[in-house]
């Protein structure tokens, strides 16, 4: 597993301490400085956290410092924390193509607009997007509802018609969730 990246910036009195203990943490270090910053590619690292004493405009996964001196067991559990965090979410967020789905808030959006999910929409979409297949009525009422019997009942088609009216209303796609006569898949 890659390790976990902790960008110190413009704070090299943290390095200075963190590089004498590196050996005992769980993440790698990077130092830079305000020059080096503006140069840096974050989005080739997996996984990052800046660590800073100021306020870095327009980034995310950042902690800042003001109150010093701290213990630094507090230091490393506070970074440690933040790094759970950054994990947790980017586990939350499932792609689905042009958008994505965030498990914890029942989200689903692209870069302009987000859309509330019910659990059994978020639950119909998880399960279409894990199948290779297109998915029958009759699967998705034993997987997604727990039915195990095949109940005359037009509940899936009903969810199936509000969800793609709800996507198609949004973002104004009306083929996010497809029908043929094997099932239901998502383009």
Excluded: C
Aim: hydrophobic share 35%.
């Amino acid at each position: 597993m890659n390790k976990q990246n902790l960008i110190i910036y413009d704070f090299n009195e943290l390095f200075s301490i963190l590089n004498e203990i590196k050996k005992d943490l769980n993440f790698n270090l990077i130092n830079v400085s305000r020059q080096e910053f503006s140069n840096l590619n974050l989005l080739q690292l997996n996984s990052y956290l800046i660590v800073s004493k100021k306020e870095i405009l327009n980034v995310k996964n950042h902690v800042i410092f003001k109150n010093l001196p701290l213990k630094i067991s507090k230091i490393i559990e506070t970074i440690n924390i933040n790094f759970l965090k950054i994990k947790f979410n980017q586990q939350s967020d499932i792609d689905l193509g042009n958008y994505k789905l965030n498990l914890n808030s029942r989200k689903i959006f692209d870069e302009d607009k987000e859309l509330n999910l019910t659990e059994k929409e978020a639950d119909i979409i998880i399960f279409l997007k894990n199948s290779k297949k297109p998915v029958s009525i009759d699967e998705l009422q034993t997987h997604v509802w727990g039915h195990s019997s095949k109940l005359e009942t037009h509940t899936v088609e009903t969810h199936i018609y509000r969800l793609r009216k709800k996507i198609g209303k949004k973002f104004n796609n009306n083929e996010f969730i497809i029908s043929t006569k094997q099932g239901y898949n998502i383009k």
